[in-house]
């Protein structure tokens, strides 16, 4: 079965701008969760969507937020960006149930100047 | 807070050889799960293994084994046999819930 797709996987835009990054997640998984990865960081959780609910959400501003669709497909934007907001980011799809493997895509690059 | 350590940015080996890679973390949870991720020059992010934090026996899979240790808040990674395939960073994270927390990882490189 197809894997997590996240598109597009590179980005580059200026200061100010807004972007926003789509993640498909695993057929028949309902829990999609986005990280930002940085060099030094790790990653850092975002926010988790479930059934098309925010159940979880990291310390981020509010330029960072995201939605997801019935079909699960999950969209973030970023509004106002800014330096700092050149990261990998990281979309993980998993299914119900607790504590269950997380599977991740390949990441939207994104590089801002 | 959910808090996971990996003191060790970065580490090398000799070809099949082995090598041990530390994570300490910290939760008030009793139920929850432990993970190993792999992340080769590719990006993709790959399981390597998972514990179950209410198991006492480690988990093990093929040439990689943790050793953990629940009342110490200690899950580390053994990769025995190293392959140069192994290159890559290692993030270990806690997982309680949907929700994940990493560690800031660890880069390996085995070395031919």
């Known amino acids: 079965k197809a894997g997590v797709t996240q598109t597009p996987r590179y980005l580059i835009k200026t200061r100010g701008q807004q972007v926003t990054l789509s993640c498909s997640p695993i057929s028949g998984h309902r829990s999609v969760s986005w990280y930002q990865q940085t060099p030094g960081q790790g990653l850092q959780f975002l926010f988790e969507?479930?059934?098309?609910?925010?159940?979880n959400k990291g310390n981020f501003p509010g330029r960072f937020s995201g939605r997801q669709f019935s079909n699960s497909r999950s969209e973030m934007n970023v509004s106002t960006l800014e330096l700092g907001d050149s990261a990998l980011y990281l979309c993980?799809?998993?299914?119900?149930?607790?504590?269950?493997?997380?599977?991740f895509g390949q990441g939207t690059r994104l590089t801002v100047v | 807070a959910q808090t996971v350590t990996q003191s060790q940015p970065e580490m090398s080996v000799q070809e099949a050889e082995t090598v041990t890679l530390s994570c300490t973390y910290d939760t008030s949870e009793n139920n929850y799960y432990l993970f190993w991720y792999k992340q080769p020059p590719s990006r993709q992010m790959i399981l390597v293994i998972r514990q179950e934090a209410y198991k006492q026996q480690n988990a093990t899979e093929n040439r990689f084994s943790v050793n953990f240790q629940k009342a110490a808040k200690s899950f580390s990674l053994k990769i025995s046999d190293s392959q140069l395939g192994d290159t890559a960073m290692y993030f270990c994270?806690?997982?309680?819930?949907?929700?994940?927390?990493f560690g800031t990882g660890t880069s390996l490189t085995v070395i031919p």
């Open positions: 969507y479930f059934s098309e609910t925010q159940r």
């Open positions: 994270a806690f997982g309680t819930g949907n929700q994940f927390y």
């Open positions: 993980a799809s998993s299914s119900l149930g607790k504590n269950t493997e997380a599977f």
